[in-house]
Nanobody, 124 residues
Framework: QVQLVESGGGLVQAGGSLRLSCAAS????????MGWFRQAPGKEREFVAVIRWIGGSTNYADSVKGRFTISRDNAKNTVYLQMNGLKPEDTAVYFC?????????????????WGQGTQVTVSS
């Protein structure tokens, strides 16, 4: 059974930092990329960042470039999202997901697996 389990969310002041983790289990993910998305109340789920397990190539949404860093630890089957310089508009539930290589990685509908999400709240 595939499981993606996010952790690390919380409440932080504007300008602060958080590191989210996504622990993956239940299958081999070498043919997948791992993405982070976020969803604020009343809004659609939006792409944040994505990384390939093999090779580690990354891509980011323009809104987080220079502030967020996605990384992975293959030995631990864990993907991270380091978030620095947080802004109130970053407030959302953050989800990690797995998408097969070759499928669009910025479109949530193409993802095969999702975690349950972790809340990030940034106060002004």
């Amino acid at each position: 059974q595939v499981q993606l389990v996010e952790s690390g969310g919380g409440l932080v002041q504007a300008g602060g930092s958080l590191r989210l983790s996504c622990a993956a289990s239940g299958r081999t993910f070498s043919s997948y990329a791992m993405g982070w998305f976020r969803q604020a109340p009343g809004k659609e789920r939006e792409f944040v960042a994505v990384i390939r397990w093999i090779g580690g190539s990354t891509n980011y949404a323009d809104s987080v470039k220079g502030r967020f860093t996605i990384s992975r630890d293959n030995a631990k089957n864990t993907v991270y999202l380091q978030m620095n310089g947080l802004k109130p508009e970053d407030t959302a539930v953050y989800f990690c997901g797995a998408v097969r290589l070759g499928r669009p990685s910025m479109t949530p509908d193409d993802y095969s697996y999702w975690g349950q999400g972790t809340q990030v709240t940034v106060s002004s």
